[in-house]
Structures are given as structure tokens and as C-alpha cells.
């Protein structure tokens, strides 16, 4: 099948878009209510329809281009956490979330692609969220499947498992498997940074990079009224230290010739990783450049589906799009 089309909504930076292009599929209209992620966006693909709106404030009727496309997609922004729930903003997953279903009834893809949080696919406080998809999405005539995918098992540098929902038209529901592993061997911080560590002279960078011989932790990116960027909780922060990188901050360029690095000395002798890095620990090509702040650069990146992760998710979609559905019928 060609031609391939789909909506993407809280795109952010592109990864799951990005991903979904390199799988195929071509964009009809994509939408992010945060003004960096929109300037990403439409840096990056100039030609792509962005609009900046709030997923809750967006109306398909005014946009028709919007409808019948082959996939709805939405890689949420993964806000929930303990601490974040009596925030003021600890509700907005939810409301995405619904809101993403409801968009279903209005534009009638042929199949929905939800990316969040690894609970989002087995976890009890998710579980009101799985019935309500269930009920609205079985009523349209989808079937699902539910599934955790970790990004490490698609070539990208960090330990990153999502949750996933995939519905497909009931009639073409049979053929979705959902992706199985590119790799088998997890690629390094090391293998992925070495280079960029190395671009400016730091001379131990070859020695820092063969130390660092494990997939990146999880990237958080916080909400909006989080402070500045780090490298996440307390045992990321743990994790990034053995690799000899101070996890409490983002620094603003890669370390120079005369940079001392001797984790034994603490943190402030640990190296720091910068924005561009972290968008190659989450699966971006270098070429996507990152708008905004230093903050908000990471923020949208944190946010990201990684984009090899987008790419199998819409090759497995390709496929079940791509049968022929009278095979299935008297199955």
C-alpha cells in the first residue's frame, strides 16, 4: 500500500511523526499547543501542516483535512508520576488521553496509535482508562492491541519502555502483530556520544566513552512549571554517575580540550551532557534541529517517542493496513 496518511496530535518535537515518515506514512495535519515544539516542527519539515492549538481546543471541522486518513496517532507527554500527582497539571494525561478517543468518532481512521507511559498498557490506575477506550473504540468497529515496547530493542541508546495502544478496523485487525526487536545487542551511551564528546578535543573522550558501556537510563523531560533540565530522579541521577556524567544538570556545549574529567572528585568533575546529545540518546538524527531555550529544548526531547520506535510501530501498522481484509473475514 502507498500513500500512507495520518494525523499526529501533542507532536512535540516530531519523534513518533518522524518515526511514522520514515515507515511511510505522510502527515495531514499535525498539532502541539507549546510554541518550541511548533517552531520544531516546522523548521525541521517545512512543507508538513502544523497547527498550534490544544488537542482539547482542536475542532476536525474546520480542518477536513483531517479526516479520513489511515491513522490517528498521539504520542501523549508522559507527565504522570508520584510526585506530580497533586499538581495542579496532574490531571492533563488523563484529559489527553479521552480526548484522543473522542477525536476517533470525529475524524474515523482506519487505525489509532497511542503512545504513553509503560503503565498505560497493564497498570491498575490506567485500568478505568483501558475501559473507556475499550467501550468507545470496540463500539466504532476496532479491535486493539495492548503492549509495552522498550526503545533499547530498536537500536536507540537508552532503556525507554512505553505503553501502546494500537486499534485497527475490525476488519483488519487480525494481521497487526505488534514489533518485534531490530537489534540484538542494546546500543551504548558510549558508542552514541563518543564522537560528539570528541568533537572539540577533550582528549578523554575515547577513555569516558569506553566506560560508558550501557543504554542511557530513561530521559524525563518534566511539565511545563518543573525547574530546569537534569537527567531525571534520584536513580537515574545514581545510574548516569557510574557512567562518570553528572545527571543534575544540562550543560550548554560539550566538554573542550582542558576539561578534567575524575568522577572520584564528585560531580562537578563528572562530564555533562547537552541538549543535542540527549536527542541522540533518544533516537533523533542529528540533522533534527531542536528549537527553544536550553530548558524547553530538553523538555521536548524528554517528551519524545523515540523515533526508531515510531518507525516499527508504523511499519507493523503498514502491514495490517496492507492486507488484503476478505483473507480475514471467515476467520
Known amino acids: 500500500m502507498s500513500g500512507l496518511t495520518f494525523v499526529d496530535v501533542c507532536s512535540g518535537a516530531g519523534g513518533l511523526a518522524l518515526g511514522l515518515e520514515q515507515a511511510g506514512f505522510e502527515p495531514r495535519l499535525l498539532l502541539d499547543d507549546d510554541e518550541a515544539a511548533v517552531r520544531t516542527l516546522r523548521i525541521n519539515r517545512p512543507q508538513w501542516n502544523v497547527l498550534h492549538t490544544d488537542l482539547l481546543d482542536f475542532d476536525p471541522a474546520e480542518h477536513r483535512v483531517s479526516h479520513d486518513v489511515d491513522l490517528l496517532s498521539a504520542g501523549l507527554p508522559r507527565v504522570k508520576s508520584s510526585a506530580t500527582v497533586r499538581r495542579a497539571d496532574s490531571g492533563v494525561e488523563e484529559r489527553l488521553l479521552e480526548a484522543t478517543v473522542y477525536l476517533v468518532h470525529a475524524i474515523?481512521?482506519?487505525a489509532v496509535l497511542i503512545e504513553n507511559v509503560p503503565g498505560?498498557?497493564?497498570a491498575d490506575e490506567y485500568q478505568q482508562f483501558r475501559d473507556f477506550a475499550r467501550a468507545e473504540l470496540t463500539h466504532l468497529g476496532y479491535e486493539f492491541s495492548w503492549f509495552v515496547m522498550n526503545a533499547v530493542d530498536f537500536g536507540v541508546p537508552q532503556s525507554r519502555k512505553q505503553g501502546v495502544l494500537v486499534a485497527v478496523e475490525r476488519q483488519r485487525a487480525k494481521p497487526f502483530r505488534p514489533p518485534t526487536a531490530t537489534v540484538q545487542r542494546p546500543t551504548t551511551v558510549g558508542?552514541?556520544?563518543?564522537?560528539s564528546m570528541?568533537?572539540?578535543?577533550w582528549q578523554d573522550a575515547a577513555r569516558w566513552a569506553a566506560q560508558a558501556d550501557r543504554p542511557a537510563p530513561t530521559l524525563v523531560g518534566g511539565s511545563k512549571n518543573r525547574g530546569g533540565a537534569d537527567l531525571g530522579p534520584t536513580g537515574a541521577k545514581r545510574t548516569w554517575a557510574t557512567m562518570g556524567v553528572n545527571g543534575h544538570t544540562v550543560s550548554d556545549e560539550i566538554p573542550g580540550p582542558d576539561f578534567v574529567w575524575n568522577p572520584e572528585l564528585g560531580r562537578d568533575n563528572m562530564v555533562k551532557i547537552t541538549a543535542a546529545q540527549?536527542?541522540?540518546?533518544q533516537g533523533f538524527p542529528e540533522s533534527w534541529e531542536i528549537t527553544g531555550l536550553k530548558t524547553a529544548?530538553?523538555?521536548q526531547i524528554?517528551?519524545?517517542t523515540p523515533p526508531p520506535v515510531g518507525n516499527a510501530l508504523g511499519q507493523a501498522i503498514a502491514e495490517a493496513l496492507d492486507a488484503d481484509p476478505t483473507i480475514f473475514i471467515a476467520g
Open 108 to 110: 474515523r481512521p482506519r
Open 120 to 122: 498505560l498498557a497493564h
Open 191 to 195: 558508542s552514541a556520544l563518543g564522537p
Open 198 to 201: 570528541a568533537s572539540r578535543g
Open 278 to 281: 540527549a536527542a541522540l540518546l
Open 297 to 299: 529544548r530538553y523538555r
Open 302 to 304: 524528554g517528551h519524545a
